[in-house]
């Protein structure tokens, strides 16, 4: 069963950056595609950027459009985010996810991916 794992949360100022990685393993079948996704407290969960499986599609939210970017290395095996200009409302727990089988056209939707990492907390200092 595929397993992730997030790094790289922590305390940011805004103005700053940050960098999220996610670490995929136990692969039964190689992810559609891949994205990030975060949740602010009190809000749903929000689609922050995807990655097609050959890496050269991505997608990101209007959120973090123009900030934001997403890659992957060349075995999968790793996934990544950074977000630039962080602003306080960046503030949220980050999760990366997999789709296997999903549909691309709905790739920033939460209920198109099946696997989910525990997440990770970001918090940005005004």
């Known amino acids: 069963t595929l397993q992730l794992v997030e790094s790289g949360g922590g305390s940011v100022q805004a103005g700053g950056s940050l960098s999220l990685t996610c670490s995929l393993s136990d692969f039964t079948y190689s992810p559609t595609f891949m994205g990030w996704f975060r949740q602010r407290s009190g809000k749903e969960r929000e689609g922050v950027a995807a990655?097609?499986?050959?890496?050269?599609?991505?997608e990101y939210g209007d959120s973090v459009k123009g900030r934001a970017s997403i890659s992957q290395n060349n075995a999968r095996t790793t996934l990544s985010l950074q977000i630039n200009n962080v602003r306080t409302e960046d503030t949220a727990m980050y999760y990366c996810?997999?789709?296997?089988?999903?549909?691309?056209?709905?790739?920033?939707?939460?209920?198109?991916?099946?696997?989910w990492g525990p997440g990770t907390q970001v918090t940005v200092a005004s």
């Open positions: 996810a997999a789709s296997v089988g999903g549909s691309w056209s709905r790739r920033l939707r939460p209920s198109e991916y099946s696997t």
């Open positions: 990655i097609s499986a050959s890496g050269q599609l991505t």
